[in-house]
């Protein structure tokens, strides 16, 4: 979990920077992404769907360098929002490579993916294929469209991140029925070219067996389709959600593994029932920005319970991180600017907020010698971290900062007050 490496006096460097000067040079809170883990997970996702697409899922963490970086290494980008499309778009990335994703899509959403012709729209509810039907035809387009499909599989994760399952927002259930009803209406649509099923089962899961069953039922809905229309959908998105290790214990997926288990069970199924082999895509975001992503945060105060721990308060909090605070999420910590001798301490690192349960990471041990002005780093912060920051307490949002070969450079700026004012109108009293 660790890119801790010893530099001047044990302080940890990230790609070969020390954090010291990082913290001095930027500020901090800081996040910092090592380029190179990005990349390089990138592109093993990549190579192991080299006969399908990768989209890497925006909502993980997204600016126009990351999307950048992605489009260079090959991916497609999964965004779901207009907000994130405009990201996309500022970053010149291709649209046939993109795909609209979002569970309730504005008209203003659709017609921009209209517009710029994004190359897949997800769409989620019967109310949207209607309406995407309409906009496509006021504006002369014929986009490719996807059903996305709740599978019935309970993912095993946390409640709020599981996503397949029968009694939750997104999709059109299988059991139900409103999977083929969906795909009856978009074909009834000539504006709307059908060419494929997505599905999402949650997010943060290390049990691949929920995205083999999830796989096996889109596969087994491709020949009810078959059967009932006598057309064949060429794509199957079977979406993202592979976990990696926040503390140690936890086994990453192998890209590789993924692939050939999920390419199996698909191939398997078509070939029981004359069915050409769909082109599968995934649409991971968590394993690829995660585990090269850390927060340096610097200490503030050290505050002893009698009898029950140490609290230690750094200059960000849930502002920065909420998903200890949403979704009870684990994360490891180190002193990061120096090494110490002392005896370990328990300790609870909070953050600056108005709120008990502003806790970056619940229990861990630090050295005993721990003081103000000392830094510390908090692991695998890459995905959902800054994506999900808010302004809480009028709180501005860290930097954002990329590492590589000993070379450090902002890819997003930090937020300044002027920045939480901006918005203010002038109003009289
Ligand atoms: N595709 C779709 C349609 C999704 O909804 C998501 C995540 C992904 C792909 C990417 O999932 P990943 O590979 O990153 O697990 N905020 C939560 C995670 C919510 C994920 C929502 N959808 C967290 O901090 O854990």
């Not at 997505?198 to 997010?203: F, M, P, R, V």
């Not at 010698?369 to 999900?388: E, I, K, N």
């Amino acid at each position: 979990i660790w890119p801790r490496n010893a530099g001047r006096d044990g302080a940890v460097t990230l790609g070969g920077i020390d954090v010291r000067d990082l913290a001095r040079e930027y500020g901090t809170p800081l996040f910092v992404y090592d380029e190179d883990d990005v990349r390089s997970r990138a592109r093993d996702y990549a190579t192991a769907f080299h006969d399908g697409d990768v989209h890497y899922a925006g909502k993980a963490f997204l600016c126009t360098a990351v999307a950048r970086w992605l489009d260079a290494e090959g991916l497609g980008l999964d965004v779901c929002s207009g907000g994130e499309l405009a990201v996309a778009l500022a970053a010149g990335f291709p649209t046939e490579r993109i795909t609209l994703h979002g569970s309730n899509k504005a008209s203003w959403e659709l017609e921009r993916a209209l517009e710029v012709g994004v190359g897949r729209i997800v769409l989620d509810s019967f109310e949207e294929i209607a309406r995407l039907g309409y906009l496509a035809q006021q504006h002369g387009a014929r986009p490719k469209v996807m059903v996305r499909v709740t599978t019935g599989v309970e993912a095993h994760t946390h409640e709020f991140i599981a996503t397949a399952h029968d009694d939750q927002k997104f999709g059109f259930s299988r059991s139900s029925g409103a999977a083929l009803e969906a795909v009856r209406r978009v074909l009834r649509l000539p504006q709307l070219e059908l060419v494929g099923l997505h599905s999402h089962i949650g997010s943060q899961i290390f049990d691949v067996d929920g995205f083999e069953v999830a796989a096996h039922r889109l596969a087994e809905l491709l020949v009810a389709i078959r059967d009932e229309h006598g057309v064949e959908l060429p794509e199957l998105d079977l979406g993202g959600g592979y976990g990696i290790a926040y503390v140690p214990g936890e086994e990453p997926h192998d890209p590789k593994a993924i692939a050939d288990g999920l390419r199996g069970i698909v191939a398997r199924e078509c070939r029981a029932y004359g069915l050409a082999m769909p082109r599968l895509t995934v649409e991971p975001g968590r394993a690829i920005v995660g585990p090269g992503g850390v927060t340096l945060y610097e200490v503030g105060t050290v505050k002893d319970v009698e009898g029950l721990r140490t609290y230690v308060s750094v200059d960000g909090g849930m502002s920065d991180n909420l998903r200890t605070a949403l979704y009870g999420a684990e994360y490891t910590a180190v002193l990061a600017s120096r090494t110490s001798d002392a005896p370990p301490m328990l300790s609870r690192l909070v953050g600056k907020h108005c709120e008990s349960g502003d806790i970056v990471v619940r229990d861990l041990w630090l050295p005993a010698d721990l003081a103000a002005g000392d830094l510390v780093a908090v692991a695998a912060t890459g995905a959902y971290c800054r994506s999900m920051a808010s302004n809480y307490n009028h709180v501005p949002k860290p930097a954002v900062v990329a590492v590589r070969d000993g070379r450090s450079r902002v890819i997003v700026r930090r937020e300044g007050v002027e920045d939480l004012l901006r918005l203010d109108a002038e109003v009289e009293a």
